[in-house]
């Protein structure tokens, strides 16, 4: 990238929390460990229990090179946001890398994306929820009401308004996603349900990009990332903490989506947890229960941040714990948790739901809008040497990938929901 020396931007140009020594609230206190572990948990959740389901739909060659590939290009695509926000030191949100590019309809653009990005990452893991419930309870009583269950579950843990204190319920989320994808892996190559598997399927043009949008889904936590560098101690240590989030989640998508679809075969589950005997079904779903809630957490948390930061930045508001600042935060709390299980309920099909989440914001908050930052940071400077040259087209192709994957990606994930008739939307129905 081009130098790093901060520059003036929009008038709203200045840190949103400025200087903490003496407020009540202090927001900048993580270490880089503890941003890397809210990455992990924020992004390696919900997106690797779609794998082993996409590596059915395309076979296990195809699918390991795009699960690394496209792992490896979200790595990069993480390290230009984290060029463009120390070029950039006030931005705090998407929002605010809108004004910089295209003044307040940027922002306008960019605050109302991420938060139906977040609206609807969310609302996956509610509907992850129920079906964790009704397996765990052999369908006990109505899905709405296991709905409604994680909605109030998500909201009261949403209540602490620092990334700190929301960073200790992050170990555990890791704690458990791993474990509860070691056991299915475990129980798959015990019981071996499966038979047999392909090394590359052919298969529809619907069903395989669906496979695509299904592995971006699993690299999709690039909207909370200016969230997380906003309120680390010392921004310079981000790099490290992506390389920590991006090297476990790249070696533990591909080892788990594999070794689960080898045993599973071709009706492999999605979410990938289903796909064990009865037993050790609940066993998992009950150990991926902290990582069904708390990255669910994590993304509802950022996406509320946003729109406090937004009402009150510059004020001294966002610092105290009054009754205004906090009556303000509870209610945006529990508006966005009411939103989001809407959008569960109206969407009860997992991996369609994950599809569409994909089409419409993975493919520009972890690919496209990274590389138009590139290229906005370089403007004027794009073939001044080799190495300009092959920086300039690595955004560009950034940008290439985001667009075919939104395009291609709203048509197979509409075509999808409208031909899958098995689920109906407010259901009672056992959805595991």
């Known amino acids: ?43 390696v959740s919900l997106g690797v229990l ?30 230009v946001i984290g060029c463009f926000r120390q070029r950039y030191p006030f ?12 003044g307040t309809p940027g922002r306008l653009v960019f605050e109302v994306g991420q938060l139906i990005f977040f609206l609807f990452a969310t609302g996956s893991h509610l509907l992850t929820f ?13 899905s709405i009401v296991f709905g409604v269950v994680g909605m109030l579950l998500s909201f009261i843990c949403s209540l602490p308004r620092t990334m700190k204190n929301v960073s200790w319920l992050a170990i555990t989320s890791f704690v458990s996603i791993f474990t509860a994808v070691l056991i299915t892996m475990i129980g798959v190559a015990v019981e071996r349900p499966g038979q047999g598997f ?41 790099p490290k903490s992506l390389c920590m989030l991006q090297g476990f989640e790249i070696i533990l998508y591909t080892v788990a989506s594999a ?14 947890l289903g796909s064990t005997g009865p037993l050790l079904r609940k066993v998992a779903y009950g150990i991926a229960f902290p990582t069904i809630v708390i990255a669910g957490v994590i993304n509802g948390h950022v996406a509320i941040k946003n729109v406090f930061v937004r009402l009150f930045r510059g004020t001294e508001l966002i610092h105290e714990r009054g ?14 948790w009411t939103l989001s299980w809407v959008i569960a309920e109206a969407i009860p099909v997992f991996s369609n739901l994950v599809s569409l989440i994909s089409a419409l914001f993975a493919s520009w908050f972890s690919y496209g809008l990274p590389g138009v930052f590139g290229l906005y940071m370089d403007f004027g400077n794009y073939f001044g040497s080799t190495r300009r040259t092959v920086i300039s087209l690595a ?4 940008v290439v990938v985001g667009v075919t994957v939104c395009a291609c990606g709203l048509w197979v994930s509409g075509v999808a929901i409208h031909n899958d008739s098995s689920k109906t939307s407010f259901s009672c129905a056992n959805n595991a």
Request: contains cysteine; glycine residues 8%; proline residues 4%.
């Open 259 to 272: 070794v689960i679809y080898r045993y599973a075969g071709q009706d492999v589950t999605s979410p990938a």
């Open 1 to 43: 990238m081009a130098d790093m020396e901060s520059k003036q931007g929009p008038a709203e140009s200045h840190d949103p929390f400025g200087d903490e020594e003496t407020t009540e609230v202090q927001y900048k206190t993580l270490q880089w460990w503890q941003s890397g572990i809210l990455m992990i948990a924020e992004t």
């Open 395 to 398: 955004n560009l192709g950034l």
């Open 50 to 79: 779609s794998l082993p389901a996409t590596v059915a739909a395309i076979g296990i060659a195809p699918a390991t090179v795009l699960i690394v590939g496209l792992g490896i290009i979200a790595t990069y695509s993480g390290y």
């Open 91 to 102: 931005i705090h949100s998407f929002a605010d890398a809108g004004e910089v590019l295209l």
């Open 130 to 142: 129920t079906v964790m419930m009704n397996t765990i309870t052999d369908h006990g009583t109505c």
């Open 323 to 336: 009754l205004r600042a906090t009556g303000a935060w509870v209610a945006l709390t529990l508006a966005f």
């Open 198 to 238: 392909d090394v590359v399927r052919h298969t529809s043009f619907v069903n395989g990009f669906t496979a695509v949008t299904n592995i971006i889904f699993a690299y999709c936590g690039h909207a909370a990332f200016f969230g997380f560098i906003a309120e680390m101690k010392d921004p310079r240590d981000y």
